[in-house]
């Protein structure tokens, strides 16, 4: 049933991925070359851009150069999903940016990230569910790593939880405290981390990214801060225990898929500040669901028209 599930939120991961690099999007016109069974295309500096693994060699070696271009970029997705080990997967030093799902749904367990990647996109390593261990070369200016998860100092948000860094004793519940100066917390950032119970957000939080903790099985309590102001879509999506949450004052729209799926899901307070409700946002949870807004709230309206309780206060 899970294994199941996660093919679903990798299907919802590809679909959502849409933060595509500067240089990528420069040269999205040009055609896709192949070299040693690697898709890649040439930006505009002259360098390579990985798109996509074709090969068919069990263990994954990433090269550094292709047909003598050196390799800068791995794109978004570039090896999503792929099927054989990358138990030895190395980074090659010539990398300077990593794409949005990269590595996702794959079987890495450890990764090091290298002194010259200086830009990456939502989460590269999300729903890889053996990885435990990530690493940040020494003289990074970017990128760091505390307590087993990954951070970007430039916009202050946190990329990457590993799923093994919640792996707990038998009975124990783990609660996670992020940081505080924490600003964003990224696409998939917590993507199908099972075995998180809670997570606790600082005040100086002002953003969550798409599906950031979608499938995050456990999960069953979490306070939003009122410095919140935008919520991606499909943020909570199938977080199966999540039974009560308060969304922030100043947010302005419920995303699509939000709370999609969320079956322990029973009440939701929605502020006066929201002007919007998008696609799905309440489907599949708790039949007794109870949303409770403000007299004039739009949230009124959209559970007249989807048959959801509304308590008015």
């Not at 679909?15 to 069974?37: F, H, K, N, R």
């Not at 946190?158 to 600003?183: F, H, K, R």
């Not at 999960?219 to 939003?224: R, V």
């Not at 079956?263 to 919007?276: A, G, H, I, N």
Request: aromatic letters at 10%.
């Amino acid at each position: 049933m899970k294994k199941a599930a996660l093919f679903l939120a990798a299907a919802l991961c590809l679909a959502l991925c849409l933060i595509v690099p500067a240089s990528a999007e420069e040269t999205a016109g040009e055609p896709a070359l192949e070299s040693g069974g690697f898709r890649y295309r040439l930006l505009k500096d002259g360098t390579a851009e990985i798109l996509e693994y074709i090969g068919k060699e069990l263990g994954l070696v990433i090269p550094d150069t292709l047909d003598g271009h050196p390799v800068t970029s791995i794109g978004d997705e570039a090896f999503y999903n792929y099927r054989y080990s990358m138990e030895d997967l190395v980074i090659p030093a010539s990398v300077t940016h990593i794409g949005s799902c990269a590595f996702a749904m794959t079987d890495l367990e450890k990764i090091e990230i290298p002194a010259g990647v200086v830009s990456m996109g939502d989460n590269p390593f999300g729903y890889c569910m053996p990885l435990e261990t990530i690493t940040v070369a020494e003289g990074n200016p970017v990128f760091y790593v505390q307590d087993r998860v990954l951070f970007c100092r430039e916009d202050h948000s946190l990329v990457c939880y590993p799923n093994m860094a919640a792996d707990p004793d038998e009975g124990e519940q783990v609660i996670y405290t992020v940081p505080e100066g924490t600003e964003i917390i990224r696409g998939s950032a917590f993507g199908g981390v099972e075995c998180l119970s809670g997570v606790l957000l600082p005040d100086s939080l002002r953003a969550i990214g798409y599906q950031a903790f979608g499938f995050c099985w456990s999960l069953d309590e979490i306070t939003i801060p009122d410095g919140v102001t935008e919520i991606g879509d499909a943020a909570f999506d199938t977080c199966k225990y999540l039974s009560r949450v308060v969304l922030p004052a100043g947010l302005k729209r419920i995303s699509s898929m939000m709370f999609y799926e969320c079956e322990s899901l029973s009440e939701v307070t929605v502020p006066d500040s929201v002007m919007e409700i998008g696609d799905f946002a309440f489907d599949f949870c708790a039949e007794d669901l109870v949303v409770i807004c403000g007299p004039d709230s739009c949230a009124k309206t959209y559970c007249e028209q989807n048959g959801i309780t509304c308590r008015v206060e």
